[in-house]
Each structure stands twice: as structure tokens, then as C-alpha cells.
């Protein structure tokens, strides 16, 4: 049996790294109702994972899981070979988990660029006076995470609406910036809620196109 501790690669050339997270034993109940029922499961570096089933098998119950929104009554989280405490999602995320959600969750009265500056929210160090005056190492700050943001509005080839509030956007395209938001978080670990529900076929290819891509 091949021995896949620190990785592998696979047969279209991709390098799968080592273990980033385990799900072992997990159960999650609702008073008496169980959404989730002892399921394990590793993510490995560079690996796509999907969650398959039918609806209310329990696959957003899953990602909230991971990403702090749900604490499981049985079960263990393990993140880059620790096991991981009760955390609130900020926290998660601080970690280095983004997501993106079933019921898109963006600012609808702002910009497409500011949305996706949001998720850079977890680089920024400087505190809340220098953010205020914006001088000195605030001012470098906000630039090079803007850099990052343009370059991934360029990747999800979305420049023509980066100043264009989310509000006016197809339902589609709002996927898109929610994908990009999600991104500009730099995470180790990326759970796309239903990335495609909703879409017809070319916003579907597109997102396929973008997903291998990252």
C-alpha cells in the first residue's frame, strides 16, 4: 500500500500535500434530531474535496462545523496536527479557513472591491488609530492588501464590475465575488458552500474553470 504520510501526486501531475485538517468521529444533533452521525474524513494540502448528498443530509451542517459555526456534541477537529478547541468563527478564520455560503452573505450596498477587501480583514495588523489617520505603516498596509485584492479580481476576471455595488449584480456574478472575497484571505483551507447552486450552464463552466484553477 502506498504510503501517502507527507503526500503524493496524482495521475494528472498535481503535488497532494500532507494532512492540513481531520474530522474524527463526528456528531452533531439537533435536540433530538441527528444532522450529522460519526463521519471522519482528512483534507490534504492541494486536494479538492467534495461532500456529497441529498438535501439535509447534513453537508452545510458539515462546513459549519468546520468553520466554528456549530460545535459538535461527539467528535474531534484536528487542524495542522493539533487537535482544536470550541472556537468562535473569527477565530477559525484568523486560523486560516475562509468559505464561502449556500445563502450568498455579502455587503450589498458596497463596492465589488471593497466586498473582497473585507476578506483581507484577518492580514491587517495596524491598529485602530493608525487605521484611522492612514499614515505610515497602516497607509503600506491597506495598499499591499489592496494589491492582493486587484489581483484576484483580475484572476475571477471580474475588473469591469470592481467598482460596481453588489446590489446591481446577477446572482451568478455575486457568487463570484463571494468566491473572491473568500480568496483574498490568503487561507489554507477554502469550503465552498454549493459554489454553483443556482447558476446556468456557462456561470457553472466558468466556476468549474476557476476552482481548478486556484
Do not use: H
Amino acid at each position: 500500500m502506498k504510503d501517502m504520510t507527507d503526500g503524493y501526486v496524482t495521475a494528472d501531475g498535481r503535488q497532494i500535500g500532507p494532512v492540513v485538517m481531520e474530522m474524527k468521529n463526528i456528531t452533531l444533533r439537533f435536540g433530538g434530531v441527528e444532522a450529522i452521525k460519526d463521519i471522519s474524513f482528512d483534507i490534504r494540502q492541494g486536494e479538492i474535496r467534495a461532500i456529497i448528498g441529498p438535501n439535509g443530509a447534513g453537508k452545510s451542517s458539515m462546513l459549519n462545523v468546520i468553520s466554528g459555526f456549530y460545535v459538535p456534541q461527539e467528535g474531534e477537529v484536528w487542524y495542522k496536527g493539533c487537535r482544536r478547541p470550541a472556537m468562535k468563527p473569527f477565530e477559525v478564520a484568523q486560523q486560516g479557513i475562509a468559505r464561502t455560503f449556500q445563502n450568498i452573505a455579502l455587503f450589498e450596498g458596497m463596492s465589488v472591491l471593497d466586498n473582497v477587501m473585507t476578506g483581507r480583514l484577518t492580514n491587517m495588523k495596524t491598529g485602530m488609530f493608525w487605521q484611522s489617520i492612514w499614515k505610515g505603516k497602516a497607509e503600506r498596509e491597506e495598499t499591499a492588501n489592496r494589491e492582493v485584492a486587484e489581483k484576484i479580481i483580475d484572476f475571477l476576471e471580474i475588473q469591469a464590475i470592481r467598482k460596481t455595488p453588489v446590489s446591481r449584480l446577477s446572482y451568478g456574478l455575486k457568487k463570484r465575488v463571494e468566491l473572491a472575497r473568500a480568496l483574498a484571505a490568503e487561507p489554507s483551507i477554502l469550503l465552498l458552500d454549493e459554489p454553483m447552486a443556482g447558476m446556468n450552464v456557462e456561470e457553472k463552466e466558468d466556476m468549474s474553470r476557476f476552482i481548478l484553477d486556484v
